[in-house]
């Protein structure tokens, strides 16, 4: 029989229980899509650069961008995001304009059909690019690190100081996409999209070659003939075309050359780089101007220290990724990071260094792999990703060449 309690008719309390909490009353289970993709790797990804986009269109408001247009378009149209949104407006009209590959101009075109603005269609594919590339890191980086390490890869990339790439005309956000959908397939021994993933990749950026001999180690042999034959097929048709379209189906190169001065890597060259960056410290240390204006010879000094910076940090976690991630991956940084040095430009030979790490997934992991036990360092890292990211979009916003 039942006794007033205390509260009234009902106990608070059972005999050998613990007390019943008031706030034990169920709720219904709500599900909220919007809180749910906010908090997803997608989500933080496109949120954090979306507010540098923001952030650095602001800066513009006291320096306004040249040309036409709304301000959130143009803050980031500039250097090569031009030659993207010309070519997915006119075609290849130009010879200079075959250096730049076909697959991301050719998405761009068909958004824009959509948009009925080229500049907002790149956008656009960049940063549903971004977020999908985000989601397919942390399903890799899930097989080979801890959940913490995992998502931490994720903000590791989101922050990355070039990254603002992810909301412009830029196609680094679609060859990694590629990249990571031919390295997860692979994975799960899926060898038909993976050399259908590679052979986009290699039409997006010749720099998708570094991915072949990855695929080739995590395939069965067998199955790995795809990831050979289905590139080689792609960038055969880009040559068949700039062999129809220019009568040279090495237009490709022969633009790298002629317009933005590539060429083979020689000794030279290394020793540049080199002896350049004590000198370089030097000029930035001890001549800044008292008035405020930057001469050239200290924007070259420091456009080679940061450049020489970011090719130390790829080297190192290059090694980390070889060691912690197996060889499968350390070779696809090796092969990034040598081809990006083997083809330098003479008046600048390390340029876009910083960006073409982007696409090298494997020495995020490897920062998380290192970072994970490192609690201190890790804020320290992220804060620092953080706030060059935010000098170098402004910069970039301002026409500066800093990726």
């Given at each position: 029989m039942r006794t007033a309690g205390p509260a009234g008719p009902f106990p608070t309390e059972r005999p050998g229980r613990e007390p019943i909490p008031d706030t034990a009353v169920s709720q219904p289970a709500t599900f909220d899509p919007v809180r749910r993709l906010a908090a997803s790797a997608p989500g933080r990804l496109v949120g954090i650069r979306l507010a540098y986009l923001v952030g650095a269109a602001l800066t513009l408001?006291?320096?306004?961008?040249?040309?036409h247009g709304a301000l959130l378009l143009r803050t980031f149209d500039r250097w090569d995001s031009r030659w993207f949104a010309r070519i997915a407006e006119h075609g290849y009209a130009t010879r200079q304009s075959s250096a730049f590959l076909p697959v991301y101009?050719?998405?761009?075109?068909g958004v824009a059909f959509v948009l009925r603005n080229h500049v907002a269609a790149g956008i656009v594919v960049s940063v549903v690019a971004a977020a999908a590339s985000a989601w397919l890191l942390l399903r890799i980086a899930r097989r080979h690190l801890p959940e913490e390490g995992a998502q931490t890869s994720v903000?590791?990339?989101?922050?990355?100081?070039?990254a603002f790439v992810f909301t412009a005309v830029y196609s680094d956000a679609v060859f990694l996409f590629f990249v990571l959908v031919a390295v997860d397939a692979a994975e799960r021994g899926r060898a038909l999209l993976s050399g259908v993933a590679a052979a986009l990749a290699v039409d997006t950026r010749l720099l998708g070659l570094a991915l072949i001999p990855t695929l080739l180690l995590i395939l069965r042999r067998r199955a790995a003939i795809l990831v050979v034959l289905l590139p080689a097929v792609a960038?055969?048709?880009w040559m068949l075309y700039l062999h129809v379209h220019y009568g040279d189906a090495?237009?490709?190169?022969?633009?790298?050359h002629r317009y933005w001065q590539r060429e083979p890597l020689s000794p030279r060259w290394i020793w540049h780089e080199f002896r350049n960056v004590p000198g370089a410290l030097s000029q930035i240390t001890l001549h800044l101007p008292a008035g405020g204006r930057y001469p050239r010879y200290i924007a070259t000094a420091t456009a080679d220290v940061y450049d020489f910076a970011f090719l130390v940090f790829g080297a190192v976690f290059t090694w980390v990724a070889w060691q912690r991630l197996g060889r499968a991956f350390g070779?696809?940084?090796?092969?990034?990071?040598?081809?990006?040095?083997?083809?330098?430009?003479?008046w600048r030979p390390l340029v876009s260094v910083p960006r073409f790490l982007l696409a090298d997934f494997p020495i995020f992991l490897a920062l998380a792999a290192v970072l994970a036990t490192r609690p201190r360092a890790r804020d320290f890292v992220i804060a620092g990703f953080a706030a060059l990211g935010a000098v170098l979009a402004v910069a970039f916003a301002r026409g500066l060449l800093v990726v």
């Amino acid at each position: 029989m039942r006794t007033a309690g205390p509260a009234g008719p009902f106990p608070t309390e059972r005999p050998g229980r613990e007390p019943i909490p008031d706030t034990a009353v169920s709720q219904p289970a709500t599900f909220d899509p919007v809180r749910r993709l906010a908090a997803s790797a997608p989500g933080r990804l496109v949120g954090i650069r979306l507010a540098y986009l923001v952030g650095a269109a602001l800066t513009l408001l006291w320096a306004p961008v040249t040309g036409h247009g709304a301000l959130l378009l143009r803050t980031f149209d500039r250097w090569d995001s031009r030659w993207f949104a010309r070519i997915a407006e006119h075609g290849y009209a130009t010879r200079q304009s075959s250096a730049f590959l076909p697959v991301y101009p050719l998405l761009v075109r068909g958004v824009a059909f959509v948009l009925r603005n080229h500049v907002a269609a790149g956008i656009v594919v960049s940063v549903v690019a971004a977020a999908a590339s985000a989601w397919l890191l942390l399903r890799i980086a899930r097989r080979h690190l801890p959940e913490e390490g995992a998502q931490t890869s994720v903000l590791l990339l989101a922050l990355y100081p070039a990254a603002f790439v992810f909301t412009a005309v830029y196609s680094d956000a679609v060859f990694l996409f590629f990249v990571l959908v031919a390295v997860d397939a692979a994975e799960r021994g899926r060898a038909l999209l993976s050399g259908v993933a590679a052979a986009l990749a290699v039409d997006t950026r010749l720099l998708g070659l570094a991915l072949i001999p990855t695929l080739l180690l995590i395939l069965r042999r067998r199955a790995a003939i795809l990831v050979v034959l289905l590139p080689a097929v792609a960038i055969g048709l880009w040559m068949l075309y700039l062999h129809v379209h220019y009568g040279d189906a090495l237009a490709s190169s022969h633009a790298e050359h002629r317009y933005w001065q590539r060429e083979p890597l020689s000794p030279r060259w290394i020793w540049h780089e080199f002896r350049n960056v004590p000198g370089a410290l030097s000029q930035i240390t001890l001549h800044l101007p008292a008035g405020g204006r930057y001469p050239r010879y200290i924007a070259t000094a420091t456009a080679d220290v940061y450049d020489f910076a970011f090719l130390v940090f790829g080297a190192v976690f290059t090694w980390v990724a070889w060691q912690r991630l197996g060889r499968a991956f350390g070779l696809y940084s090796l092969l990034t990071l040598a081809l990006v040095v083997l083809t330098p430009t003479t008046w600048r030979p390390l340029v876009s260094v910083p960006r073409f790490l982007l696409a090298d997934f494997p020495i995020f992991l490897a920062l998380a792999a290192v970072l994970a036990t490192r609690p201190r360092a890790r804020d320290f890292v992220i804060a620092g990703f953080a706030a060059l990211g935010a000098v170098l979009a402004v910069a970039f916003a301002r026409g500066l060449l800093v990726v």
